[in-house]
């Protein structure tokens, strides 16, 4: 069974720092693009950042440029994202998805992502 499990989220000031973990299980990682997204109450999903199979190209939106990091362990079977100088408007629950991209040179924040995890609640507040 094809599965996708983030960790690493909770309650963090503003300014702080978390890192989430995207670990899969039931298939290898090597061949997947993996994208970062986040819903907040009363909004709709968007994307935060994304890393192509190799790891050697990344995509972040322009609401975390500079303060978000995605980054990949194959060996690991795990994707992070390194998230700095937290803002109350951060908060949200974030996604990890998966799809299928052994050749891609790029990857996007778009939804078009065949597996999803559950989630973790992010709640940046004093």
């Known amino acids: 069974q094809l599965q996708l499990v983030e960790s690493g989220g909770g309650l963090v000031q503003p300014g702080g720092s978390l890192r989430l973990s995207c670990a899969a299980s039931?298939?290898?990682?090597?061949?997947?693009?993996i994208g970062w997204f986040r819903q907040a109450p009363g909004k709709e999903r968007e994307g935060v950042s994304c890393?192509?199979?190799?790891?050697?190209?990344?995509n972040y939106a322009d609401s975390v440029e500079g303060r978000f990091t995605i980054s990949r362990d194959n060996a690991k079977n795990t994707v992070y994202l390194q998230m700095n100088s937290l803002k109350a408007e951060d908060t949200a629950v974030y996604y990890c998805?998966?799809?299928?991209?052994?050749?891609?040179?790029?990857?996007?924040?778009?939804?078009?992502?065949?597996?999803w995890g559950q989630g973790t609640q992010v709640t940046v507040s004093s």
């Open positions: 039931g298939f290898t990682l090597d061949h997947y693009a």
């Open positions: 890393i192509n199979s190799s790891g050697g190209s990344t």
């Open positions: 998805a998966a799809r299928m991209d052994p050749y891609s040179a790029h990857c996007t924040i778009l939804p078009h992502y065949d597996y």
